[in-house]
């Protein structure tokens, strides 16, 4: 069975930048993606990247900030995270996926970890 663990939340400033991990215990070939959840809103869909690194898709909300990425020898995927403001404050979670390509449906992922606290103070 696949596990997931999630790490690297904390509090910053705006403007400022974090690095999550999650990391992979188990089979580690699949899609993964990262989504957030801040209070009284749903869950959404933040980056993903395919099974060798080599394809991601974003959020619109946060092309261009942040970097999602994947070492498969250490069986842990990042998001990258810059130029932080308040907005970006969430639960993150990272999930895992069995489809064959990168994909931004929530119903399409599982194996959901617990998640990482991210504040961005203004």
């Known amino acids: 069975q696949v596990q997931l663990a999630e790490s690297g939340g904390g509090v910053v400033q705006a403007g400022g930048s974090l690095r999550l991990s999650c990391v992979i215990s188990?089979?580690?070939?699949?899609?993964m993606g990262w989504f957030r959840q801040a209070p009284g809103k749903e869950r959404e869909f933040v980056a993903a990247v395919s099974r060798l690194g080599g394809t991601t898709t974003y959020a619109d909300s946060v092309e261009g900030r942040f970097t999602i990425s994947r070492d498969n020898a250490k069986n842990t995927v990042y998001l990258q995270m810059g130029t932080l403001t308040p907005e970006d404050t969430a639960i993150y979670y990272c999930?895992?996926?069995?489809?064959?390509?990168?994909?931004?449906?929530?119903?399409?992922?599982?194996?959901w970890g617990q998640g990482t606290q991210v504040t961005v103070s203004s």
């Open positions: 188990g089979r580690t070939f699949y899609v």
């Open positions: 999930a895992l996926s069995t489809w064959n390509t990168v994909t931004s449906s929530k119903s399409h992922y599982g194996g």
